[in-house]
């Protein structure tokens, strides 16, 4: 077996979101289902082009969201940035129906909820691992909807230390989130190792910390450099093999 790691790990963390849950496909199809409901019969547009609008909505708020206006909102939960960008798509449809943004914002993370679900390996791989090593979760996000996240989940119990952004006050790439959970640990930062499947934020973040990392990259995506020694993962079972053979 190929050897994965330089040194020796004494505990294993993991991104939430697209690492250890399917996330996105729940978040497109919650949202699409929300435009097919609700926009769809009130204008004269495709599903396609109303999802172009959404994404461009979406931009606009990303670009602001850091702002003292909206994060310390977004950091508790994410209600209001969420309804701030279906009130900008409303409003590039013209449709400017009162409480609509609102009903659309709640009714989509509603059904979010509902369709995630965990990735067919995770639990199997987190509880050998937990066997074995600390475990820890890393996530940006709002500090409730990622609390509530991991309890529709199943995953409450299972991690040693939580880090969510919005408890933390910041969020991957930056150290100090990196540096808040370390400091939990009481671990050398080389022997700490963290998994993710956002090349900027998970793997960069971590390495940045002086941490050891690995890629999950299920969907075989193109490396952002393919020069590096950092592991890529098609799935998180290599993972547990490579761990528990290390033992």
């Known amino acids: 077996m190929q050897k994965l790691f330089c040194s020796e790990v004494r505990a294993v963390g993991f991104d939430l979101d697209d690492t250890l849950c399917v996330y996105m496909p729940a978040a497109v199809e919650a949202r699409r289902q929300m435009f097919e409901m609700h926009l769809v019969p009130r204008v004269n547009m495709s599903l396609e082009a109303i999802d172009q609008l959404y994404r461009r909505a979406f ?7 850091h702002s003292d206006r909206w994060y310390p909102l977004y950091l508790r939960e994410g209600h209001a940035t969420r309804t701030e960008t ?3 798509l409303l409003e590039s449809l013209n449709l400017y129906a009162d409480g609509l943004a609102e009903q659309i914002s709640y009714e989509y993370a509603a059904l979010r909820e ?4 965990l990735h ?7 509880y ?3 066997e074995r090593y600390p475990l820890f979760v890393i996530t940006n996000g709002p500090a409730y909807e990622q609390r ?3 309890k529709v989940l199943g995953l409450e119990t299972l991690f040693d230390v939580v880090a969510i952004e919005g408890e933390v006050g910041i969020g991957k790439p930056h150290k100090p989130i990196f540096e808040f959970v370390q400091r ?3 671990l050398p930062a080389e022997q700490i190792l963290f998994v993710g499947n956002s090349w900027e934020h998970d793997v960069q973040g971590a390495l940045n ?3 050891q990392a690995a890629w999950v990259n299920r969907e075989g995506a193109p490396h952002p450099q393919p020069d590096s020694p950092v592991p890529v993962l098609p799935d998180l079972r290599p993972l547990r093999e490579q761990l528990c053979a290390a033992l």
């Open 120 to 126: 067919d390996e995770a639990l199997e791989v987190l």
């Open 128 to 130: 050998t691992l937990r």
């Open 59 to 65: 931009k606009s708020m990303l670009s602001e969201l």
């Open 148 to 150: 509530r996240e991991l």
């Open 86 to 88: 279906f009130r900008r």
């Open 114 to 117: 509902r369709l995630l679900r």
């Open 209 to 211: 910390a002086g941490w």
């Open 184 to 186: 939990r640990l009481g």
